[in-house]
């Protein structure tokens, strides 16, 4: 088949990528003419494990082809996707913006019956707007479908080739057939629904999933009072079948481009028909709060920021990607500088992106390795939990530090790792791990 994503973005670059895998005839557009050329040299500007080596087979195969010019594209394909941004406008509703102008380029485009699938992330009713665009400057047949995504960055392209589920949201039976087959290689799991659903299927499972770290990271608040362990009620909740284990990992909250946008999304969608979405704004609420837990646990054990050099480990709002949108390394490092501590940084892939948000900060040592970065510090910050941050030697770490003050943010370290050691070592929710013992008594009322 022949399809045509525009937007080579993490949704349009991996989703078009991996159907080239599967054997279709891809085109990736964007407007971009560096990133367009970039690609046409094998360069990814992207992180995402597994990308690169599908990227350089299939464009040697030929199935694969990057492009800046979206009219000859549209015309030649089957299929049209589109994968372009839906920012946060300042009142938290999704802009429209990209999608409406990619639309009317589509329509302008086409030459004949499209299938148009809307794969960003859009409102409840936007792919009836894009119809009307579309409808109103073409006279050629088309239909309109919504395909949500589903991907997770760092496991993008195992997700897009293996989904859970696949989204088919129509009111055509020729399309649903056609988008059927099309997706038949990556899984027999698919649902065909009407368009608002499919929307709303997007912006639910996002929502539903947010509100899931929300609630464990308030358990883990309380377990740090009472003396629990969150890890193992966690593990304990885990078993239940009607609750599952995915996405109990107690820590410093969730960030990225997906969870912080949609929710806020979603709420002011329910807003626009006169729902006031209590649960979701206390998920966002908590999320918001989760990640100043680390500037009270440096609080408690230094005393004071002021003149204190603080390591932070991992930059990116997650492992295996260099993504830092509503990363919580963000607001915890603007914390630390505005009450007077020296920051040193450092992230295995994301330092490059993260340093554009602090270009004039003179006060942030940009590190070349974890153990620089640790060296001579007062204490250091595990934020985001890389494989090469759980597998260092604690002991080793221990000798470089000013302070032995470990404030492990992803629960990532264990109690024999810590044996031999003398860290005071202070993790989310799991108490008895705490070298401190009045800490967890005052960490939710700091």
Avoid at 66 to 92: K, Q, W, Y
Avoid at 149 to 165: C, H, I, M, N, Y
Avoid at 263 to 286: C, M, P, R, W
Avoid at 317 to 339: C, G, H, M, W, Y
Wanted: proline share 4%; with cysteine.
């Amino acid at each position: 088949m022949k399809l045509t994503f525009i937007g080579t973005g993490y949704v349009g670059l991996v989703s078009g990528v991996c159907f080239s895998e599967i054997g279709n005839e891809v085109t990736c557009v964007d407007k971009d003419l560096d990133k367009v050329a970039r690609l046409n040299k094998g360069e990814v500007p992207i992180y995402e494990p597994g990308l690169q080596e599908l990227i350089e087979k299939n464009t040697q195969l030929g199935n694969l082809k990057f492009t800046s010019d979206l009219t000859n594209s549209v015309r030649e394909a089957d299929v049209v996707f589109i994968c372009v941004g839906t920012p946060s406008l300042a009142s938290g509703e999704a802009n429209l913006e990209y999608v409406e102008q990619v639309a009317q380029d589509i329509a302008l485009a086409m030459n004949g019956y499209k299938i148009v699938v809307t794969k960003s992330t859009v409102p409840v009713g936007t792919n009836d707007k894009i119809k009307k665009i579309v409808s109103q400057l073409s006279p050629h047949p088309f239909d309109i479908v919504s395909i949500p995504e589903f991907l997770r960055e760092g496991s993008a392209v195992k997700d897009t080739l293996r989904p859970d589920r696949i989204i088919i949201g129509t009111s055509s039976e020729r399309a649903a057939a056609t988008l059927t087959e099309l997706h038949k290689p990556l899984t027999d799991e698919i649902m065909v629904t009407e368009v608002r659903s499919a929307e709303m299927i997007k912006y639910a499972s996002n929502a539903f999933l947010a509100t899931k770290i929300s609630f464990i990271n308030e358990i883990a608040n309380i377990c740090e009072k009472v003396g629990a362990d969150v890890t193992h009620v966690a593990q304990g909740m885990g078993y239940d079948k009607r609750i599952g284990s995915s996405f109990l990992q107690a820590g410093i909250g969730y960030g990225g481009s997906c969870f912080p946008k949609d929710t806020h999304a979603l709420i002011q969608i329910a807003g626009n028909v006169d729902y006031e979405f209590k649960l979701l704004k206390s998920v966002v609420e908590v999320n918001n709060d989760q990640r100043f837990n680390i500037i009270a646990k440096l609080n408690h054990s230094l005393g004071s920021l002021q003149g204190k050099t603080v390591g932070i480990w991992g930059l990116a709002f997650k492992p295996n990607t260099d993504d830092v949108r509503e990363a919580p390394a963000l607001d915890i490092i603007q914390t630390l500088l505005s009450e007077g501590a020296m920051v040193k940084a450092y992230d295995p892939i994301a330092t490059e992106n993260f340093r554009r948000f602090f270009p004039q900060e003179s006060d942030v040592q940009w590190c070349d390795t974890a153990v620089e970065t640790a060296e001579s510090a007062d204490a250091l910050c595990l934020l985001t939990d890389w494989s090469e941050f759980k597998e260092i030697d604690l002991k080793q770490l221990n000798g470089v530090m000013k302070q032995p003050i470990l404030i492990d943010g992803r629960n990532v370290y264990s109690r024999e790792q810590l044996a031999d050691t003398d860290f005071q070592y202070y993790s989310i929710g799991r108490p008895e791990l705490e070298s401190l013992s009045p800490f967890r008594n005052s960490v939710a009322s700091d």
